[in-house]
Protein backbone atom coordinates (compact mmCIF):
# COMPACT_ATOMS: atom_id res chain seq x y z
CA UNK A 1 0.00 0.00 0.00
CA UNK A 2 3.20 2.16 0.96
CA UNK A 3 4.13 1.60 -2.61
CA UNK A 4 1.45 2.75 -4.32
CA UNK A 5 0.76 5.92 -2.25
CA UNK A 6 4.88 6.53 -3.24
CA UNK A 7 4.14 6.21 -7.03
CA UNK A 8 1.09 8.38 -6.72
CA UNK A 9 3.25 11.33 -5.27
CA UNK A 10 5.93 10.94 -7.51
CA UNK A 11 3.40 10.81 -10.22
CA UNK A 12 2.28 13.88 -9.20
CA UNK A 13 5.70 15.31 -8.63
CA UNK A 14 6.21 14.98 -12.26
CA UNK A 15 2.93 16.12 -13.38
CA UNK A 16 3.27 19.53 -11.22
CA UNK A 17 7.08 19.44 -13.14
CA UNK A 18 5.77 19.01 -16.06
CA UNK A 19 2.83 21.62 -15.65
CA UNK A 20 5.31 24.36 -14.45
CA UNK A 21 7.91 23.64 -16.98
CA UNK A 22 5.31 24.50 -19.81
CA UNK A 23 4.58 27.54 -18.03
CA UNK A 24 8.18 28.55 -17.74
CA UNK A 25 8.80 27.39 -21.09
CA UNK A 26 6.02 29.72 -22.26
CA UNK A 27 7.08 32.43 -20.25
CA UNK A 28 10.10 32.76 -21.77
CA UNK A 29 8.60 32.38 -24.84
CA UNK A 30 6.56 34.99 -24.53
CA UNK A 31 9.26 37.23 -23.33
CA UNK A 32 12.05 36.30 -25.99
CA UNK A 33 8.85 37.61 -28.30
CA UNK A 34 8.13 40.95 -26.44
CA UNK A 35 11.79 41.64 -26.65
CA UNK A 36 11.65 40.42 -30.32
CA UNK A 37 8.96 42.96 -31.16
CA UNK A 38 10.24 45.95 -28.97
CA UNK A 39 13.63 45.28 -31.12
CA UNK A 40 11.79 45.85 -34.20
CA UNK A 41 9.69 48.65 -33.15
CA UNK A 42 12.97 50.23 -32.58
CA UNK A 43 14.66 49.57 -35.78
CA UNK A 44 11.29 50.61 -37.58
CA UNK A 45 11.61 53.66 -35.76
CA UNK A 46 15.06 53.90 -36.53
CA UNK A 47 14.65 53.92 -40.02
CA UNK A 48 12.37 56.17 -39.97
CA UNK A 49 14.07 58.87 -38.73
CA UNK A 50 16.82 58.19 -41.19
CA UNK A 51 13.98 58.25 -44.04
CA UNK A 52 13.09 61.10 -42.72
CA UNK A 53 16.70 62.88 -42.37
CA UNK A 54 17.19 62.14 -46.15
CA UNK A 55 14.14 63.71 -47.11
CA UNK A 56 15.38 66.90 -45.35
CA UNK A 57 18.89 66.76 -47.01
CA UNK A 58 17.25 66.48 -50.15
CA UNK A 59 15.48 68.95 -49.73
CA UNK A 60 18.00 71.39 -48.85
CA UNK A 61 20.50 70.24 -51.30
CA UNK A 62 17.74 69.88 -54.04
CA UNK A 63 19.85 66.91 -55.64
CA UNK A 64 19.72 62.99 -54.76
CA UNK A 65 22.40 61.73 -52.01
CA UNK A 66 23.05 58.59 -49.48
CA UNK A 67 24.51 58.62 -45.53
CA UNK A 68 24.35 57.53 -42.36
CA UNK A 69 22.34 58.25 -39.68
CA UNK A 70 23.89 57.28 -36.23
CA UNK A 71 26.19 53.74 -36.40
CA UNK A 72 23.90 51.30 -38.01
CA UNK A 73 21.12 53.15 -40.33
CA UNK A 74 21.45 54.16 -43.41
CA UNK A 75 19.26 56.35 -45.79
CA UNK A 76 19.24 57.08 -49.61
CA UNK A 77 17.54 59.89 -51.48
CA UNK A 78 15.94 60.13 -54.70
CA UNK A 79 14.93 63.34 -56.19
CA UNK A 80 13.24 63.82 -59.46
CA UNK A 81 11.18 66.87 -61.42
CA UNK A 82 7.66 66.59 -62.56
CA UNK A 83 4.41 68.24 -63.75
CA UNK A 84 6.14 68.98 -67.27
CA UNK A 85 3.78 67.40 -69.40
CA UNK A 86 0.61 68.00 -67.06
CA UNK A 87 0.14 67.82 -63.54
CA UNK A 88 -2.69 66.89 -61.01
CA UNK A 89 -2.27 68.35 -57.01
CA UNK A 90 -2.65 65.46 -54.87
CA UNK A 91 -4.68 67.14 -52.30
CA UNK A 92 -8.01 68.77 -53.06
CA UNK A 93 -7.60 72.68 -52.77
CA UNK A 94 -10.15 74.60 -50.05
CA UNK A 95 -12.11 77.70 -51.13
CA UNK A 96 -9.65 80.45 -50.81
CA UNK A 97 -6.49 79.32 -51.85
CA UNK A 98 -4.01 79.69 -55.15
CA UNK A 99 -2.40 76.76 -57.05
CA UNK A 100 0.28 78.15 -59.12
CA UNK A 101 1.69 76.87 -62.24
CA UNK A 102 5.46 78.63 -63.23
CA UNK A 103 5.61 79.20 -66.93
CA UNK A 104 9.75 79.80 -66.78
CA UNK A 105 10.77 77.31 -68.65
CA UNK A 106 7.61 76.62 -70.42
CA UNK A 107 8.11 75.46 -74.18
CA UNK A 108 8.01 78.21 -77.06
CA UNK A 109 5.12 76.51 -78.08
CA UNK A 110 2.64 76.56 -75.30
CA UNK A 111 -0.57 78.36 -76.22
CA UNK A 112 -2.58 77.48 -73.76
CA UNK A 113 -3.74 75.35 -70.53
CA UNK A 114 -6.83 72.67 -70.18
CA UNK A 115 -7.88 73.19 -66.44
CA UNK A 116 -9.68 70.48 -64.90
CA UNK A 117 -11.91 70.98 -61.60
CA UNK A 118 -13.51 69.23 -59.18
CA UNK A 119 -12.62 65.31 -59.43
CA UNK A 120 -15.30 63.00 -59.49
CA UNK A 121 -16.03 60.61 -56.36
CA UNK A 122 -13.36 62.91 -54.49
CA UNK A 123 -15.16 66.30 -54.63
CA UNK A 124 -18.44 68.10 -54.67
CA UNK A 125 -20.10 68.00 -58.14
CA UNK A 126 -23.40 68.45 -57.65
CA UNK A 127 -24.89 70.28 -54.62
CA UNK A 128 -21.93 73.31 -53.97
CA UNK A 129 -19.77 72.73 -56.92
CA UNK A 130 -15.96 74.71 -56.92
CA UNK A 131 -15.44 77.31 -58.82
CA UNK A 132 -12.17 78.57 -60.55
CA UNK A 133 -10.77 82.07 -60.58
CA UNK A 134 -7.75 82.11 -63.48
CA UNK A 135 -4.65 84.53 -63.03
CA UNK A 136 -2.66 84.80 -66.19
CA UNK A 137 0.51 87.05 -64.80
CA UNK A 138 2.58 88.56 -67.48
CA UNK A 139 5.56 91.03 -68.56
CA UNK A 140 5.36 93.55 -70.66
CA UNK A 141 8.22 96.07 -70.87
CA UNK A 142 8.84 97.22 -67.35
CA UNK A 143 5.07 95.98 -66.33
CA UNK A 144 3.38 93.93 -64.77
CA UNK A 145 -0.34 92.81 -65.92
CA UNK A 146 -3.22 90.48 -64.83
CA UNK A 147 -5.92 88.96 -66.55
CA UNK A 148 -8.35 86.94 -65.04
CA UNK A 149 -11.11 84.77 -66.07
CA UNK A 150 -14.07 82.92 -63.88
CA UNK A 151 -15.20 79.29 -64.57
CA UNK A 152 -18.05 77.80 -63.16
CA UNK A 153 -19.83 75.03 -63.77
CA UNK A 154 -23.21 76.17 -62.19
CA UNK A 155 -24.79 79.42 -62.87
CA UNK A 156 -24.54 81.82 -59.61
CA UNK A 157 -25.06 85.34 -61.12
CA UNK A 158 -21.30 85.80 -59.98
CA UNK A 159 -20.13 87.10 -64.19
CA UNK A 160 -18.05 83.81 -64.32
CA UNK A 161 -17.70 82.25 -67.54
CA UNK A 162 -20.16 78.98 -67.13
CA UNK A 163 -18.71 75.51 -68.52
CA UNK A 164 -20.68 72.51 -69.05
CA UNK A 165 -20.67 70.08 -66.11
CA UNK A 166 -19.54 66.35 -67.65
CA UNK A 167 -16.88 63.69 -67.25
CA UNK A 168 -14.08 64.53 -68.36
CA UNK A 169 -10.72 62.29 -68.26
CA UNK A 170 -7.41 63.44 -67.56
CA UNK A 171 -4.66 61.78 -65.74
CA UNK A 172 -6.17 58.37 -65.57
CA UNK A 173 -9.45 60.44 -63.11
CA UNK A 174 -12.67 61.94 -63.88
CA UNK A 175 -13.41 65.03 -63.58
CA UNK A 176 -16.47 67.63 -63.78
CA UNK A 177 -15.40 70.43 -64.65
CA UNK A 178 -13.03 71.82 -67.73
CA UNK A 179 -11.77 75.23 -68.81
CA UNK A 180 -9.61 76.61 -71.78
CA UNK A 181 -7.15 79.79 -70.88
CA UNK A 182 -5.43 81.24 -73.81
CA UNK A 183 -1.75 81.68 -72.81
CA UNK A 184 0.73 84.79 -74.75
CA UNK A 185 4.79 84.38 -74.87
CA UNK A 186 4.49 87.12 -72.01
CA UNK A 187 2.61 85.70 -69.73
CA UNK A 188 5.14 84.50 -66.60
CA UNK A 189 2.82 82.38 -64.51
CA UNK A 190 -1.06 80.94 -64.14
CA UNK A 191 -2.57 81.45 -60.77
CA UNK A 192 -5.83 79.31 -60.01
CA UNK A 193 -7.77 80.26 -57.28
CA UNK A 194 -11.12 77.97 -55.95
CA UNK A 195 -14.33 78.97 -55.15
CA UNK A 196 -17.07 78.08 -52.90
CA UNK A 197 -15.76 74.66 -52.09
CA UNK A 198 -13.06 72.40 -52.41
CA UNK A 199 -11.51 71.05 -55.90
CA UNK A 200 -8.77 69.03 -56.85
CA UNK A 201 -6.70 70.52 -59.91
CA UNK A 202 -5.76 69.54 -63.21
CA UNK A 203 -3.32 71.21 -65.59
CA UNK A 204 -2.74 70.08 -69.26
CA UNK A 205 -0.25 72.15 -71.91
CA UNK A 206 -1.61 72.87 -75.19
CA UNK A 207 -1.31 71.92 -78.23
CA UNK A 208 -0.41 68.19 -77.93
CA UNK A 209 3.83 68.19 -77.41
CA UNK A 210 3.64 71.25 -75.67
CA UNK A 211 5.44 71.70 -71.82
CA UNK A 212 5.09 73.65 -68.57
CA UNK A 213 8.47 72.70 -66.85
CA UNK A 214 8.91 71.01 -63.98
CA UNK A 215 5.63 72.32 -61.55
CA UNK A 216 7.15 69.61 -58.34
CA UNK A 217 9.97 68.33 -56.95
CA UNK A 218 9.60 64.49 -55.81
CA UNK A 219 11.68 63.17 -53.42
CA UNK A 220 11.66 59.43 -52.27
CA UNK A 221 13.79 58.51 -49.52
CA UNK A 222 14.57 55.16 -47.97
CA UNK A 223 16.44 54.29 -44.67
CA UNK A 224 17.70 51.24 -43.86
CA UNK A 225 19.25 49.32 -40.87
CA UNK A 226 21.82 47.11 -40.56
CA UNK A 227 19.12 44.08 -39.60
CA UNK A 228 17.47 44.62 -42.84
CA UNK A 229 14.69 46.63 -41.74
CA UNK A 230 13.37 49.25 -44.34
CA UNK A 231 11.10 52.37 -44.09
CA UNK A 232 10.21 54.20 -47.12
CA UNK A 233 9.06 58.25 -46.92
CA UNK A 234 7.92 60.27 -50.24
CA UNK A 235 7.43 64.18 -50.58
CA UNK A 236 6.12 66.30 -53.16
CA UNK A 237 6.92 70.00 -52.89
CA UNK A 238 5.66 72.40 -55.54
CA UNK A 239 7.61 75.85 -56.41
CA UNK A 240 7.23 78.44 -53.91
CA UNK A 241 4.71 80.57 -54.26
CA UNK A 242 2.69 83.76 -52.54
CA UNK A 243 -0.13 83.58 -50.52
CA UNK A 244 -3.37 84.07 -51.87
CA UNK A 245 -3.78 87.49 -50.26
CA UNK A 246 -1.35 88.59 -52.77
CA UNK A 247 -3.61 88.22 -55.82
CA UNK A 248 -5.17 91.35 -54.93
CA UNK A 249 -2.50 93.19 -53.30
CA UNK A 250 -0.56 96.49 -55.12
CA UNK A 251 3.39 96.31 -55.59
CA UNK A 252 5.86 98.91 -56.15
CA UNK A 253 9.38 98.85 -57.00
CA UNK A 254 9.51 102.80 -55.35
CA UNK A 255 7.64 104.74 -52.76
CA UNK A 256 3.62 105.23 -53.54
CA UNK A 257 2.45 109.03 -53.59
CA UNK A 258 -0.99 109.61 -53.29
CA UNK A 259 -2.28 112.35 -55.54
CA UNK A 260 -3.64 115.33 -54.17
Do not use: H
Request: proline residues 3%; glycine residues 12%; contains cysteine.
Amino acid sequence: MKINQSGQVALIVLLVMVVMLTLGISVAQRGVTDVRISQQEEDSARAFQAAEAGVEQALSTLSSGAGEFGEDVSYSAQVTQSGSAGFVVGQPVVAGETVRVDLAEASQNLSGLNLYFIEKGKDDCDTTPAAIEVSMVQKVGSEDRVKREGFDVQDRNNNFTPVTAGSYAFEGKTWCGKATVSLTGNDDEVRIKVWYSRATIGGEPRPAGATLGDQYLFVDSVGKTEGGVTRAVEVTRSEPQLPPVFDYALFSGGGIIKGE
